[in-house]
C-alpha cells in the first residue's frame, strides 16, 4: 500500500464529480430514449432542435463572451440549403442534405465572423443583427426559398438510403442523434485546452492578449463553430417539419434563443437544454388556450425578470444551491 | 369433379360475403361516430382581423344552424392560433389528425401555413376547406385531392379587378406591387389582364415588403400620369399605401386606386375620406342584398361588426360540408369532394358556385367601390357594388391550371 | 427634360426632397438612441416601442380626451417621457452596475412587454390619426406636390435635433451629462446628483422617440407593431454613425434618408437593404462608424 497508490482528498473529489456527471447524463439519455412514447415525438423533435441551437448559441455567449443578435441567419441559411436541395434532389438521401445546409452555414459563419469580430460588446451584437438582417431580406427575395409561401415539399427521405425517416419515431432518434453529436461536439470543446483559453479570453482579454495569444483567431473560431451547429439544428428542423419559411430567419427568433439562453443559464451546458424545454412547451401549451394572445407579453416578463434578478439562469441557480450545500 | 364444383362455391361464396362485408363497412360513415372540425387561423397578428376569431363565430353559427348534429352524430369545434408560422400550422395539424381525430380543417390564412397544412391533410387522408388562405397556387402547384378552397384566390382578385376596370374605361395603368412572390404573382396577372383587354402600362414600381414609407413611390405613380394605380400589397402596406396616395392628393386629381386585396376592416380603418374612391373586387359585400343583410344582422349580433367575405366564407364552407355529409352518410374525404363537386354550391355567399376538379370553389365576384362620406348612410355601409364578374369568369381558367388533378396537355 | 441617370430632373429632385424629409426622421429617432447610448451605454432596444406608445397615446388622447395635435405635441413626449423615468428608476438602474448587454437585454424584453400588451388591448389593424386642419392639403412646386404636413415634419425634425444639439453641447446641464459620461465618480463628489440626472438623460431620450411618433401618427397607421422594423433601421443609422455620437447620428440620419430616397428611384427592391449594406461597408473600413469613438 503505497502512498502513491492513495487519491488525494481534491482528486477523490473531481474523481466523484465527474461520476455524478457521468450518472446524470446517462440518465437523461435513458429519459431521452423512451421518451417518444410517452410525449408526442414531433414536439420532442422541436425542442431538441431548438436544445442544439441554444446550446449553439451558448458556446458564443456563455463560453466565448460574444452576444450575438443574429443567430437566426444560421438557423434559416441551414434550413433552407437543406430543404431545397432535399426538396430538388429527392435522391438526395437526409444526411447529406444536412450536411450541405450545415456546410452553407459554416461558410456564412466564417463570413459575417470576419467581419464582425474585430467589434466588442454592443457593437458586435449590432453588426450581427443587421448582417443577419440582409440575410432576412435575401430570403425575401430569393425564389428558391418560396418567400411568404415557405419552402414546402421537403421529403424525409431514408437515413443512409436504408432506414425510413417517414414514421415520427425513427426520425425522433435520429434527430436525438443528431442533437448528442452536436451537445458532444460542445462538451468536448469546453472541456478542451482551446476551451481553457477561450475562458481566460473572455475573462481578461487584455492579459490574454499580453500572453500571446491570437484573440481575434480564438473568437473567430468559436463563431464559426457557433454558427455550423446552429446551421446542424436548422437543418435538421427542416427535414422534421418537411418545410422551411421565414420566421427563421426574422430578429425575434434571434431574440427567442437569447432568451431559451438565459433562462436556462448562460455558461452552463445543460441550461439552453432547460430553457429551450421551457420556452417550446409555453408556446406550445399556451398558443392552444385562451392566453393564446399573451405569449410575447409572457416572455417578456421573463427575460425582464430573468435579467434583474435571474442573470445565471435555472441551471445556474441550481449549481449556486449545490454548490453551497456541498461546500 | 363434384368436389371442383364445391370448391368453386365455397370460394364464391366466401369471395360474395367478404365482398359485402367491405361494402357494409365502406358505408360504415361517419368516423368514430362523430365530426369534429378544427378552425386554425390567425388569432392575433396582421390578419386576425379578416379572418381570426370572428371566423370562430361564423362556424359556431353554421353549426348551430346545422342542428349541432349530422345524421345523429354530434359535430365538435376546435380551434387553435397558428400565428402566421407553418412550423406551429403544421404541428398542431399533425396533433389534430393523429391525437385528436380531427376530421377537417379550415380557415389557414398566410399561405406557407395553409400550404403546409393541406399538405400533410393529403397524407393523413383528412379533408380541409381554406377559408382564409389567399395564394392561387392552392389550388395550382400545391392542389391535392384532399382539399378545396373557397372564398378567393390572388388570381381571382388581380385578374378580374383589371379586366372590370379596363371594361370601364381605366385604360392606363401604373402598377406598384409588393417585392415578393405574392406580389410578383399578382402584378403578372393584372399585366397580362390589362394588355389583354386592351390597356396599356405606363409604369411599374416594386417596394420593398414590407415599408413603411410610400412618398415616393406613390410620387413615381402620380408622375406617371396612369388612370389607374394598382396595388398589390396586403395588411398594413395597403393601408399605409393607401392613405399616402390620399396625402398626394391623388383621387382629388383623377387618379384612381386599384386595391387587390381589400378587405372591409381594411376600409373601415382608413376611414371613407382617405379610402374613397378606391376600387376593387370583393367576393361578397354584406350590403349588397337582404339575403345578406339578414346573415349579417345575425353576425353583428353575436360580434359588433360588420362580416368580411371570409367570415361568410366560412359559413358557407362549413354549411356545405356538413350538408356533404348528410347526403353521403360519410365524412371520408373522397365522398365529401365528389357531392360537393357534383352539387351546385347557391348560399347566401356563393352564387352561381361550383366546386372544380382542381379544388377551387367558383362562385360570383364583385367589382365595388368605397363610397365618399357623403354617400354612405351607416358606419358600415362602405361600398358601391359596381358590376358583377360571373363564377365561370372570375377565375384562373382549367386550360392554365398547374394543378395534378386536372388534365393538360402542357 | 433632363435626365439624371435615366430619370427625369423632376423626379430626381422630388425624391430627393422625400428622401431629406425621411432623413429627418431618421436623424430624429437616431438622436433618442444616440442620446441614451452615449451618455447611460444602455442600448435602448424600447425605443421602437417607446416611438409607438408617443403615437398611441396621441392617438387614444385624441379619442378620448379630446387632445388636439399641438398640445399632444407638448404633453405626449412628457407622459411617455415619465414612464422613461420610471422605467429608468426601477428596471434599468437595478442593471447599471453589470455589463451593458444585460441592458440591451432588459429593454428588449421590455419591448416585448408593451408591443404585446398593447397589441391585445387594441388588437393589431392600424388605426387612423387624422391629419390636423391646419397642416392638410399641400403646395404645388412644379416639379411635384409636397403634402405640407410632411414639410412640417421636416421643420420639426430638424428643429428638435437642433434644440437636443443645443442642450447638450451649450448649456450648463449638458455640460454636466457630457462630464458625467468620462467621470461619474468625480462629478457625484462635486455634488452633482449622477443617478438622477441619468434617470433623466434617459427620460428625454425616450420623449424624443414619443415626439417622433407622435409626427409620425398623421403619416403612418397607429399600429403596435409600428415601432418593430423601424427600430432595425435606426440601430443600423446609429452603428454607422458612431454609437457614441450624436452628431454623427443626426448627420447619418440625414444622409441615410437620401441614400434610401435614391435607391427607391434607381432600383426600388433593395431599398429596405441599402442601409444595411452601407454599414457592412462602412464597418469594414471605419470600425468605429464614421464619427464614432470606441471604448
Not at chain 1, 21 to 28: H, K, Q, S, W
Not at chain 3, 259 to 274: D, N
Not at chain 3, 283 to 291: K, S, V
Request: net charge neutral.
Amino acid at each position: 500500500m503505497s502512498t502513491a497508490q492513495t487519491l488525494s482528498p481534491a482528486m477523490k473529489r473531481e474523481r466523484n464529480s465527474r461520476l455524478l456527471r457521468g450518472c446524470f447524463y446517462l440518465a437523461l439519455i435513458s429519459i431521452a430514449l423512451v421518451a417518444p412514447f410517452i410525449a408526442y415525438p414531433i414536439f420532442l423533435m422541436k425542442v431538441l432542435c431548438f436544445a442544439l441551437f441554444a446550446s449553439a448559441f451558448n458556446l458564443l455567449l456563455g463560453y466565448a463572451g460574444l452576444l450575438s443578435f443574429g443567430h437566426a441567419a444560421f438557423l434559416a441559411t441551414g434550413g433552407y440549403i437543406t430543404g431545397f436541395m432535399l426538396a430538388s434532389f429527392p435522391s438526395l438521401t437526409p444526411e447529406l442534405g444536412i450536411l450541405t445546409g450545415t456546410a452553407a452555414s459554416m461558410a456564412l459563419g466564417l463570413v459575417f465572423g470576419l467581419l464582425a469580430i474585430r467589434r466588442h460588446g454592443i457593437y458586435f451584437a449590432m453588426v450581427t443583427l443587421a448582417l443577419s438582417q440582409m440575410m432576412f431580406f435575401l430570403f425575401i427575395q430569393a425564389p428558391f426559398t418560396g418567400g411568404e409561401d415557405g419552402l414546402h415539399g421537403v421529403p424525409r427521405g431514408e437515413l443512409f438510403g436504408l432506414i425510413s425517416l417517414s414514421n415520427d419515431l425513427s426520425a425522433y432518434y435520429f434527430v436525438l442523434a443528431i442533437f448528442m453529436i452536436g451537445f458532444g461536439i460542445i462538451q468536448r470543446t469546453v472541456h478542451s485546452p482551446y476551451g481553457q483559453v477561450l475562458k481566460a479570453i473572455r475573462e481578461n482579454e487584455p492579459r490574454a492578449i499580453s500572453l500571446g495569444y491570437n484573440v481575434d483567431n480564438y473568437k473567430l473560431v468559436a463563431f464559426v463553430l457557433s454558427a455550423t451547429l446552429a446551421g446542424l439544428a436548422g437543418s435538421t428542423k427542416t427535414v422534421v417539419f418537411q418545410l422551411a419559411s421565414l420566421d427563421d430567419a426574422h430578429w425575434h427568433m434571434s431574440g427567442e434563443v437569447i432568451l431559451m439562453t438565459l433562462l436556462g443559464g448562460v455558461g452552463t451546458l445543460l441550461g439552453p437544454l432547460v430553457g429551450s424545454g421551457i420556452v417550446i412547451t409555453l408556446q406550445t401549451q399556451l398558443a392552444q388556450s385562451p392566453l393564446g394572445n399573451w405569449v410575447s407579453v409572457i416572455l417578456g416578463v421573463i427575460f425582464v425578470i430573468c435579467v434583474l434578478s435571474f442573470r445565471s439562469g435555472i441551471v445556474g441557480e441550481i449549481q449556486k444551491i449545490v454548490k453551497k450545500k456541498f461546500k | 369433379m363434384k368436389k371442383n364444383n364445391r370448391f368453386i362455391l365455397i370460394k364464391r361464396t366466401l369471395t360474395a360475403a367478404l365482398v359485402s362485408f367491405m361494402a357494409v363497412s365502406a358505408e360504415a360513415a361517419i368516423s368514430n361516430d362523430k365530426v369534429i372540425i378544427g378552425y386554425m387561423d390567425d388569432f392575433n397578428g396582421s390578419y386576425s382581423d379578416l379572418g381570426g376569431p370572428a371566423g370562430l363565430t361564423s362556424i359556431e353559427m353554421a353549426i348551430e344552424d346545422f342542428g349541432g348534429s349530422v345524421n345523429g352524430k354530434p359535430i365538435e369545434l376546435i380551434s387553435a392560433d397558428h400565428r402566421n408560422n407553418p412550423a406551429v400550422g403544421s404541428t398542431i395539424a399533425r396533433e389534430w389528425m393523429d391525437e385528436k381525430s380531427v376530421d377537417m380543417i379550415t380557415g389557414l390564412t398566410t399561405s406557407s401555413v395553409a400550404i403546409a397544412v393541406t399538405q400533410l391533410v393529403e397524407e393523413k387522408n383528412k379533408f380541409a376547406m381554406v377559408t382564409t388562405g389567399a395564394s392561387d397556387s392552392i389550388t395550382g402547384k400545391y392542389c391535392t385531392p384532399n382539399h378545396v378552397h373557397w372564398v378567393y384566390d390572388t388570381f381571382a382578385v388581380s385578374d378580374t379587378t383589371a379586366r372590370a376596370i379596363v371594361e370601364q374605361g381605366g385604360k392606363s395603368w401604373f402598377l406598384l406591387s409588393a417585392d415578393y412572390a405574392f406580389g410578383h404573382a399578382m402584378e403578372a396577372a393584372v399585366e397580362k389582364a390589362v394588355l389583354e383587354s386592351g390597356g396599356t402600362i405606363v409604369g411599374k414600381v416594386r417596394h420593398p415588403f414590407p415599408t413603411d414609407d410610400f412618398s415616393s413611390y406613390i410620387l413615381q405613380a402620380q408622375a406617371s400620369g396612369a388612370q389607374i394605380i394598382s396595388l398589390a400589397s396586403a395588411g398594413s402596406d395597403l393601408v399605409n399605401a393607401i392613405s399616402t396616395a390620399y396625402q398626394f392628393g391623388i383621387p382629388q386629381s383623377g387618379q384612381t386606386m386599384a386595391s387587390l386585396l381589400l378587405f372591409l376592416t381594411d376600409t373601415k380603418a382608413l376611414g371613407l375620406d382617405v379610402a374613397q374612391g378606391t376600387q376593387f373586387v370583393t367576393g361578397w359585400y354584406w350590403n349588397s342584398d337582404d339575403k345578406n343583410r339578414q346573415w349579417a344582422e345575425r353576425f353583428y349580433k353575436r360580434v359588433g361588426r360588420m362580416p368580411t367575405m371570409v367570415h361568410a366564407g366560412d359559413y358557407s364552407a362549413v354549411t356545405t360540408y356538413l350538408k356533404a355529409i348528410e347526403a353521403t352518410g360519410s365524412d371520408d374525404p373522397a365522398d365529401v369532394r365528389s357531392y360537393m363537386i357534383k352539387h351546385p354550391i347557391n348560399d347566401f355567399f356563393s352564387r352561381n358556385g361550383r366546386l372544380r376538379e382542381d379544388g377551387r370553389m367558383v362562385h360570383d365576384m364583385y367589382l365595388a367601390k368605397v363610397k365618399a362620406p357623403a354617400e354612405s348612410k351607416g358606419e358600415w355601409d362602405l361600398y358601391e357594388i359596381l358590376s358583377t364578374i360571373p363564377a365561370e369568369k372570375a377565375f384562373r381558367p382549367l386550360t392554365d391550371s398547374q394543378c395534378k388533378l386536372v388534365n393538360n396537355e402542357r | 427634360m433632363t435626365m439624371i441617370l435615366g430619370v427625369p430632373l423632376t423626379m430626381f429632385m422630388g425624391q430627393l426632397i422625400l428622401g431629406l424629409i425621411n432623413g429627418a426622421f431618421y436623424a430624429l429617432l437616431s438622436l433618442g438612441l444616440a442620446v441614451i447610448f452615449g451618455l447611460l451605454k444602455i442600448v435602448n432596444f424600447a425605443h421602437g416601442a417607446q416611438y409607438m406608445l408617443g403615437a398611441f397615446t396621441a392617438l387614444l388622447g385624441l379619442r378620448y380626451l379630446g387632445l388636439n395635435y399641438w398640445l399632444a405635441l407638448l404633453v405626449v413626449p412628457l407622459v411617455v417621457g415619465g414612464l422613461g423615468i420610471l422605467t429608468e428608476r426601477f428596471f434599468l438602474r437595478r442593471i447599471a452596475h453589470l455589463d451593458d448587454l444585460y441592458g440591451l437585454l432588459m429593454t428588449f424584453g421590455l419591448a416585448l412587454i408593451i408591443e404585446g400588451s398593447l397589441a391585445n388591448f387594441f388588437g393589431v389593424s392600424g388605426a387612423r390619426y387624422p391629419t390636423p386642419e391646419s397642416l392638410s392639403g399641400g403646395f404645388q412646386l412644379g416639379f411635384m406636390f409636397l403634402p405640407t404636413y410632411r414639410a412640417w415634419v421636416l421643420v420639426a425634425a430638424i428643429g428638435m435635433c437642433f434644440a437636443t444639439w443645443f442642450i447638450i453641447e451649450r448649456t450648463r446641464l449638458g455640460s454636466y451629462l457630457r462630464a458625467g459620461t468620462e467621470n461619474p465618480m468625480l462629478m457625484q463628489n462635486f455634488g452633482v446628483n449622477m443617478p438622477q440626472l441619468i434617470t433623466l438623460t434617459y427620460g428625454f431620450g425616450v420623449a424624443l422617440a414619443a415626439f417622433a411618433g407622435v409626427l409620425a401618427a398623421p403619416l403612418y397607421s397607429v399600429s403596435p407593431s409600428m415601432g418593430s422594423n423601424l427600430l432595425i433601421v435606426v440601430f443600423a443609422v446609429v452603428v454607422i454613425g458612431g454609437m457614441g455620437s450624436i452628431l454623427g447620428a443626426v448627420i447619418t440620419g440625414l444622409a441615410m434618408g437620401l441614400i434610401e430616397g435614391l435607391t427607391k428611384v434607381y432600383y426600388p427592391e433593395a431599398a429596405s437593404t441599402v442601409i444595411f449594406v452601407v454599414m457592412a461597408i462602412v464597418l469594414t473600413l471605419r470600425p468605429a462608424g464614421l464619427f464614432g469613438k470606441e471604448a
